[in-house]
């Protein structure tokens, strides 16, 4: 019988997480793409995964893994993970390290397998692509909380609209994740 995952997608050293339902036999690759979507990433930067049985990455354009990692497309998630509490790295963006820890909630017996990843829960916005990592992330928080803080101007500036940490919408990321198959 088909099983999905349920996974809870937290960005650690931020209070932004997903909670999300995929299938237990989806690849690696697969993987990813919903958690760009789910996480509001660009997929302008490089990723892997990391768990007990090792560092998984796509192949390079020469057909072989960056690094001494395993290919990531040879990979499934009940590949890595069996029951609850099971837990797998994710990092996305090797400049500004954003380490998410996916976490598996629960593994579901379902009558049939799942097409579409969903997004049950969240919270948080994702912060924008280079911002400086945790350290940028938290500075932004900052000036976007204080109407008159000095570097506010600058991030609006460079943004080109107002940031709200807290803002987390449900029905964007779950738009995102249906154009996905998986």
Same mark, same amino acid.
């Given at each position: 019988?088909? =099983?999905?995952?349920? %996974? ?16 237990? =036999?989806? /690849? ?17 930067? %490089?990723?892997? #995964?990391? !768990?007990?049985?090792? =560092?998984?990455?796509?192949? !390079?354009?020469?057909?072989? =893994? ?35 820890? %996916? ?34 992330? %938290? ?5 976007? !909380? ?19 940490? /807290?803002? #987390? ?9 249906? /154009?996905?198959?998986?």
């Amino acid at each position: 019988m088909p =099983t999905e995952t349920a %996974l809870e997608i937290r960005l650690k050293g931020t209070p932004v997480w997903r909670g999300v339902l995929v299938p237990s =036999t989806i /690849k690696l690759p697969k993987l990813h793409a919903v958690i760009q979507r789910s996480m509001g990433w660009t997929n302008s930067h %490089l990723h892997l #995964f990391r !768990s007990t049985f090792g =560092t998984y990455e796509p192949e !390079s354009e020469e057909g072989d =893994t960056l690094s001494d990692s395993l290919n990531e497309a040879e990979v499934t998630l009940n590949q890595l993970v069996g029951e609850k509490g099971d837990r797998v790295s994710y990092v996305y963006d090797f400049g500004d390290f954003w380490d998410h820890d %996916l976490i598996v909630k629960a593994i579901i017996p379902c009558a049939k397998r799942r097409r579409r990843a969903e997004c049950i829960l969240g919270e948080g916005a994702c912060p924008p692509e280079d911002v400086g990592g945790i350290p940028g992330y %938290l500075a932004l928080c900052e000036a976007m !909380s204080v109407k008159d803080h000095p570097e506010r101007a600058r991030y609006l500036d460079w943004l080109r609209e107002p940031f709200d940490p /807290k803002a #987390f919408d449900q029905a964007s990321v779950q738009e995102r994740l249906a /154009k996905l198959p998986v």
